[in-house]
């Protein structure tokens, strides 16, 4: 059965580094999300990726994180500056259409120190 | 600020009975609805989705939306030990990408 991957699962750096988080979503989807949790709180949408563009982004998004595409199969999510607040679970999730089903990945644990 | 409220918990429930969860949303736009499910330091696992108002079963789980009420439930037959794991309810708006989360309820089914 298709499945989101990503990689590494678990990720620790130092405050004010750059880390990069990697996702293939399933083959065929073309919505593609990324969302975090931080440890003991609820799921939080960060940003959706449609048709080569940002499509929606919430108030956590802000200049600090970026999203690609790079290939056809892969999806980033880029860190450029960490904070210690950064140290979370990031799940990447894709969906065939808008508002239809997610599916999510496995999830990045990061740890900021 | 769109919210989907959910009782924390735990519930407690014995193995063979039927647990039922619920959650209610804010956003009268909002028009699919997700539960899934969340084990300890795992991603979550989408168990239903349901965009009609009346039930959907998929074996033992039933999901019910009421749309005029903004409510949501779940409830799992014959529930095993390995159900035993955190619920989240998601909803998403009209025209929005985004899912909004529940914080969760936690179920514990006593063998």
């Known amino acids: 059965e298709p499945e989101v991957t990503q990689t590494p699962s678990h990720q620790v750096t130092q405050m004010g580094q750059e880390v990069i988080l990697r996702c293939v979503p399933i083959?065929?989807?073309?919505?593609f999300y990324w969302y975090r949790q931080i440890l003991g709180q609820k799921v939080e949408f960060l940003v959706s990726?449609?048709?080569?563009?940002?499509?929606?982004k919430s108030e956590i998004f802000d200049d600090q994180f970026s999203v690609e595409r790079p290939d056809g199969s892969n999806f980033t999510l880029k860190i450029r500056s960490t904070k210690l607040e950064d140290s979370a679970m990031y799940f990447c999730?894709?969906?065939?259409?808008?508002?239809?089903?997610?599916?999510f990945g496995p999830g990045t644990r990061l740890t900021v120190l | 600020q769109k919210e989907v409220e959910q009782n924390s918990g735990p519930l407690s429930v014995p193995e063979g009975a039927i647990a039922s969860l619920n959650c209610t949303y804010s956003?009268?736009?909002?028009?699919?609805f997700f539960w899934y499910r969340q084990y300890s330091g795992k991603s979550p696992e989408l168990i239903m989705s349901?965009?009609?108002?009346g039930d959907k079963e998929d074996g033992r789980f039933t999901a019910q939306l009421n749309k005029a009420s903004q409510y949501v439930s779940l409830l799992i037959r014959d529930s095993q030990p390995s159900d035993s794991a955190t619920y989240l309810c998601?909803?998403?708006?009209?025209?929005?990408?985004?899912?909004?989360f529940g914080k969760g309820t936690k179920l514990s089914v006593i063998p």
């Open positions: 999730a894709s969906s065939e259409s808008m508002s239809d089903e997610q599916f």
């Open positions: 083959s065929n989807h073309l919505y």
């Open positions: 990726f449609y048709n080569n563009e940002i499509s929606e």
């Open positions: 956003d009268r736009g909002s028009q699919s």
């Open positions: 349901i965009y009609s108002n």
């Open positions: 998601a909803d998403s708006g009209a025209g929005s990408y985004q899912l909004t």
